[in-house]
C-alpha cells in the first residue's frame, strides 16, 4: 500500500523567505511523486514530478524537490517565496506514469506568505 | 477540448434530493479519475475509468454513489440521496500514459 503524510497543515512565511513544505511517503514499490499546488477556487496545477530520473527535480515557478530514498522523503522548497505563492500544495505517491495508476494525496499544506 | 471541463462549478442541493456532476476530460485522453476533496482534508480517490475497461470503483464511499462514462469521453457522477456530508469539492482528471494527470476546477457541492 502507498501513502503520504504531509507535515503542518499550515506554513507561514515572510515573502523573500525560503519556503519548505515536508512530504514524507510510505511505498512497497519505488515510487513515482508528484507535488501539486491548488489556488482558490481551481483546479491542481502540478508542480514537478520525480520518475526515477534525477534525485533533485526542478519544477515550475522556482520550485524544487529532492528525493531522498533513505528518508522517505520528497520535500518541496523555493529558495525566496512571493505572495503569488499562497496557495495550497499537495503531495501525491503513485505506483507508475501509466494512467491505470491512481494518485494517492497528503492532506495538503497551506501556504501563507506576509508582506 | 483544451483542458478538463467540469459542470456545474458549484451546485446547492437539498438533503435527501439526487445530484449529477458532469466532467468533460481532454480529448483523447483515455483515463478519468474523480476525486473528492472535502474541507480540510485531502482528495479522497472515488472511481477510475480507463478505456473500456471496468471502472475501478473501489473508493467510492457508499452505495450511494455511481458513476459512468460514456462512448470513453464525457463522465457523470450521480450522488443519490444527498447527505450533508457528501457537500465538498468534487474534481475530475484525465490522462494520457506517461503525461500524468490534467485536473478540472471541480464542483463545490453543498448540501443543506
Known amino acids: 500500500a502507498q501513502s503520504v503524510t504531509q507535515l503542518g497543515s499550515h506554513v507561514s512565511v515572510s515573502e523573500g523567505a525560503l519556503v519548505l513544505l515536508r512530504c514524507n511517503y510510505s511505498?512497497?514499490?519505488?515510487?513515482?511523486l508528484f507535488w501539486y499546488v491548488q489556488y482558490p477556487n481551481q483546479g491542481l496545477q502540478l508542480l514537478l514530478k520525480?520518475?526515477?530520473?534525477?534525485?533533485l527535480v526542478k519544477g515550475i515557478n522556482g520550485f524544487e524537490a529532492e528525493f531522498k530514498k533513505s528518508e522517505t522523503s520528497f520535500h518541496l522548497t523555493k529558495p525566496s517565496a512571493h505572495m503569488s505563492d499562497a496557495a495550497e500544495y499537495f503531495c501525491a505517491v503513485s505506483r507508475g506514469m501509466d494512467s491505470s495508476y491512481k494518485l494517492i494525496f497528503g492532506s495538503g499544506t497551506r501556504l501563507l506568505v506576509r508582506p | 477540448g483544451a483542458g478538463v471541463s467540469q459542470s456545474p462549478s458549484n451546485k446547492v442541493t437539498e438533503k435527501g434530493k439526487d445530484v449529477e456532476l458532469r466532467c468533460d476530460p481532454i480529448s483523447g485522453h483515455t483515463a478519468l479519475y474523480w476525486y473528492r476533496q472535502s474541507l480540510g482534508q485531502g482528495l479522497e480517490f472515488l472511481i477510475y475509468?480507463?478505456?473500456?475497461?471496468?471502472p475501478d470503483k473501489s473508493g467510492l464511499p457508499s452505495d450511494r454513489f455511481s458513476a459512468e462514462r460514456t462512448g470513453g469521453s464525457v463522465s457523470t457522477l450521480t450522488i443519490q440521496r444527498t447527505q450533508q456530508e457528501d457537500s465538498a469539492v468534487y474534481l475530475c482528471?484525465?490522462?494520457?500514459w506517461g503525461y500524468g494527470y490534467t485536473f478540472g476546477s471541480g464542483t463545490r457541492l453543498t448540501v443543506v
Open positions: 475509468f480507463q478505456g473500456n475497461s471496468a
Open positions: 511505498s512497497s514499490v519505488p515510487p513515482y
Open positions: 482528471a484525465s490522462s494520457l
Open positions: 520525480y520518475t526515477s530520473a534525477a534525485t
